[in-house]
């Protein structure tokens, strides 16, 4: 079946710094999606791109699909401590059922 | 508030034993859907459901079982013969077309 690469696994940084992310794919997708999912709870829908180029932003956040739509990068800009969590990816490849590949996800820790 | 609800938060099940975890929409959305996660993992489609009294198996769907009798309700039932059924399940809903998945909070299921 179709998967997902996402990196990295897990990254530690100081509050106030840049972060990136993405996920890689070996086949199209045409729909790409990023979530945060917080310790015990369901993931949350940060951001949905549903164009090859698309750039979108949500607050300090901000995702691209990528143009050959095998991958998608998300940003996190001047991080506080509450970006703390798992960032998962998942895409979309139209199949008609709207089944949706998760990435492994990114843990990401914020050092205040 | 609209959203989907997921219970019980944490289920213990014995040995032979068949359990049901419920999941609850009222954003109206025609497909629903199951997935398990394991710590460090992607989330693992289960069952999913685009419309009443029809459901199609996911990519895990051996010792589970599901019903979609009515629009807003997608139970879920871990069966005996699911022989590691300890993990984190989800429940998404989406609307047609290409509209993103929407999760709820998850049950938390172990043995006993």
């Known amino acids: 079946g179709q998967q997902l690469n996402q990196s990295p696994q897990s990254m530690f940084i100081q509050e106030g710094e840049d972060v990136s992310m993405n996920c890689t794919s070996s086949?199209?997708?045409?729909?790409w999606l990023w979530y945060k999912q917080d310790p015990g709870e369901g993931p949350v829908l940060l951001i949905a791109?549903?164009?090859?180029?698309e750039l979108t932003s949500n607050g300090r956040l901000t995702a691209q699909f990528g143009i050959t739509r095998k991958d998608s990068f998300l940003n996190i800009s001047a991080s506080i401590p509450s970006d703390v969590g798992i960032y998962f990816c998942a895409g979309d490849s139209g199949a008609g059922s709207y089944q949706l590949t998760f990435g492994k996800g990114t843990k990401l820790s914020v050092i205040p | 508030d609209g959203g989907i609800t997921q219970s019980p938060k944490y289920l213990f099940r014995k040995e032979g034993q068949n359990v049901t975890l419920s999941c609850e929409q009222n954003?109206?959305?025609?497909?629903m859907y199951w997935y398990r996660q394991d710590p460090g993992q992607g989330l693992r489609l289960i069952y999913y459901s685009q419309i009443v009294n029809d459901f199609q198996k996911g990519d895990i769907a051996e010792g589970y079982s599901v019903s979609r009798e009515k629009k807003e309700s997608f139970p879920l039932t871990v069966t005996s013969a699911q022989k590691n059924p300890t993990a984190f399940y989800l429940c998404a809903s989406s609307g047609t077309g290409v509209q993103p998945q929407h999760f709820g909070d998850g049950t938390r299921l172990s043995i006993l």
């Open positions: 791109l549903y164009k090859a180029g």
């Open positions: 086949s199209i997708f045409n729909t």
């Open positions: 954003l109206n959305h025609d497909a």
